[in-house]
């Protein structure tokens, strides 16, 4: 089958003897003695005598580069031997013969021919020859000054390097390391701080992330080509609520129905006991917080009290109280060292563990009834302030940024990394706002029912991936974050 005229057959290349042969990061190998200059040899990709042959069942997989692909993960992996008998069976080359040339110059340091064999490959992007001729050259340099040999590396800048008209802040350091030896060791990238031959190698790694993929074929192209798949397939996924290390490669990825919670495990009081009863509120209690090691509990009276509790005796630890005010909402720390109240003035305040205030956060903060919550990273509080907005507030940065609804917000919920908000409203909708950088609304949610009672809905799934709800018609309803967008 047609194929690249390479000089010889990849299986007489296979068996040359090791020192014969350079074996380059991806696993492939190249002839060390090639007949004739580089300039003499035709730059042509490798293609099949059919042409555009096809492969596969959509007819979109050309099976040239399908089989060159293939070749290279075979070397990537170290099966050298396969990759070279998949290259003679196929008749389809992984690297055209001025390709193999290139690489060669380059792990040899033959960088003059590299320069040469670089400007005959075809390329018509001028840009890319004058990048990776720089790199060439760059390592041409600093390779003169390891020999010390200081006068050639001079005029490698001189003449060569510079002339590129490129990279004009770079020049500059090279020609610092001149002056200043000291200074070579910070100029140099980590792929020029090691061995020769590793540096060389690096080196070809850098030239081949320039080169156009059909010349080089970029390194891990079959891995990234399946795991970009297996991604889609898992996006696709409706059910998705499953380990990454749980999809095969063997079938279409598909979870069941029965990946998310659907039915009830418990249905009575059996099996339950009473642990604690905890008492000493004088109202309602509206507010409940588990601390970050479950080990306690806030409680929050209506317009009453805060209490801290100890989960495991049942024993109340702290109370926290304002004169002549009253608490309506409570959150902790994500360290569990302080905690946070809601105030019916409509301040916030933060509280050592003991009791004593640290700050408060006076203006129209808070509502009377009021969820709270603060980011991981402490530096956020979220408050309802206004019946038809929420409060972000930035401790540190002093900033305050507001999520603006045209309905009554009756609760809300924050995603554990932090970059989302679901929002219930009064009208039985659910809005899901990014807050990560610029506040935006993403979705809608709608389907629960609501008329006399608070609803709350929450993140859930391996990945938060899905939203469930609360609903008056005692249902629990369960949404893809991915598919419900109304």
């Not at 802040?169 to 701080?193: A, W, Y």
């Not at 749980?246 to 009575?268: M, T």
Request: proline share 3%.
């Amino acid at each position: 089958m047609g194929g690249v005229e390479d000089d010889e057959p990849a299986s007489k290349r296979m068996k040359l003897s090791s020192e014969a042969l350079i074996h380059l990061s991806n696993g492939s190998t190249v002839k060390e003695s090639i007949v004739g200059s580089s300039r003499d040899l035709m730059a042509r990709p490798p293609q099949s005598d059919g042409g555009e042959e096809v492969v596969g069942s959509k007819g979109v997989i050309k099976k040239v580069e399908f089989v060159r692909i293939i070749a290279k993960a075979l070397y990537s992996l170290g099966y050298i031997r396969s990759g070279a008998h998949l290259e003679e069976e196929s008749g389809i080359a992984l690297h055209s013969s001025i390709i193999n040339v290139f690489m060669r110059q380059v792990l040899e340091g033959d960088w003059d021919e590299s320069v040469a064999t670089l400007h005959n490959i075809g390329l018509t992007d001028e840009m890319i020859i004058k990048s990776a001729s720089f790199l060439i050259l760059e390592q041409k340099f600093f390779e003169f000054l390891d020999e010390e040999k200081v006068m050639d590396a001079l005029k490698t800048l001189r003449t060569e390097i510079s002339p590129l008209c490129i990279n004009h802040g770079r020049v500059r350091e090279l020609s610092l390391s001149i002056v200043s030896p000291s200074h070579c060791f910070t100029v140099r990238s980590p792929k020029q701080n090691t061995s020769r031959a590793r540096s060389r190698t690096k080196l070809l790694e850098e030239l081949q992330k320039l080169l156009p993929p059909t010349v080089m074929i970029p390194e891990r192209r079959l891995e990234h080509l399946v795991e970009q798949a297996l991604g889609l397939q898992r996006d696709a996924c409706m059910f998705h609520n499953s380990l990454d290390e749980e999809i095969s490669l063997f079938a279409d990825h598909q979870c069941a129905r029965d990946q998310i919670p659907s039915y009830a495990l418990q249905v009575d009081a059996n099996g339950i006991s009473l642990k604690h009863k905890l008492s000493g509120h004088q109202k309602p209690v509206s507010s409940v917080s588990w601390s970050p090691d479950d080990h306690q509990l806030l409680t929050c009276g209506v317009e009453e009290v805060v209490r801290r509790w100890d989960a495991p005796s049942g024993e109340c630890l702290s109370v926290y109280e304002k004169a002549g005010l009253g608490m309506v909402s409570c959150g902790w720390s994500p360290d569990g060292k302080w905690i946070f109240s809601g105030v019916n003035d409509k301040s916030i305040s933060l509280w050592e563990l003991d009791g004593r205030e640290l700050e408060c956060w006076k203006g129209q903060h808070t509502l009377k009834i009021s969820d709270l919550e603060i980011t991981s990273d402490g530096k956020q509080i979220i408050s309802i302030c206004r019946e038809t907005a929420i409060l972000l507030l930035d401790r540190e940065a002093k900033v305050e940024r507001f999520i603006e609804e045209d309905q009554t917000i009756t609760s809300f919920s924050l995603s554990r990394d932090n970059r989302f908000l679901l929002v219930n409203l009064l009208n039985q909708e659910i809005h899901l706002w990014s807050i990560e950088d610029d506040l935006k609304l993403v979705s809608k949610y709608r389907g629960h029912k609501r008329t006399r009672f608070i609803i709350r809905s929450c993140f859930g799934g391996l990945e938060q991936a899905f939203v469930a709800s609360g609903s008056e018609d005692s249902l629990v309803r369960t949404l893809n974050l991915y598919y419900i967008n109304l």
